[in-house]
């Protein structure tokens, strides 16, 4: 299970460092007015939740990362050293934007939901948020080694 967990967290990290870069790709095509995990750091922090504040890049960074690794960590143990199938990854990254993009982020006030919010924003996570469990599920099917056919 730690074995699990540990390969989880740097599947996550990887999924995380690629989504990240169509984070960026869309945000450079102007799609988005600015980075999610920016936006939530910022709320979190003390001050008026949606000024601007020093540092709230970086550790927006640092916040995303590791957000991405413990979602990694978790369908980690979840797939329990299995090779899990991309589909299953991508379902589970899916999940996570579905119950943090409907769900809690816009229950605190971040953002809007993903029903009301800016279509650009929503065409970026959403395939974000794709990327994510695609390069989750291969990377742990990477980490965890051949097949059981295979060997």
């Not at 927006?60 to 090779?83: D, E, I, Y």
Request: net charge positive; glycine share 18%.
């Amino acid at each position: 299970m730690i074995g699990d967990l540990v390969r989880g967290g740097l599947g996550g990290l990887f999924a995380t460092a690629a989504m990240s870069a169509v984070m960026v790709a869309g945000d450079r095509a102007g799609l988005m007015c600015d980075q999610p995990p920016k936006r939530i750091t910022r709320a979190f922090m003390p001050g008026h939740r949606h000024r601007p504040k020093k540092g709230e890049g970086v550790l927006g960074a640092v916040a995303h990362l590791g957000f991405g690794a413990a979602s990694g960590a978790l369908f980690g143990v979840l797939t329990g050293g299995r090779r899990p199938p991309v589909p299953a990854g991508v379902a589970y990254a899916l999940g996570i934007w579905l119950v943090s993009y409907q769900g809690w982020v816009p229950g605190l006030g971040i953002l809007p939901p993903i029903s009301r919010d800016r279509p650009g924003r929503v065409a970026v996570m959403g395939t974000g948020h794709v990327v994510y469990g695609a390069a989750l599920a291969a990377a742990l099917r990477k980490l965890n080694g051949p097949a059981a056919s295979e060997k």
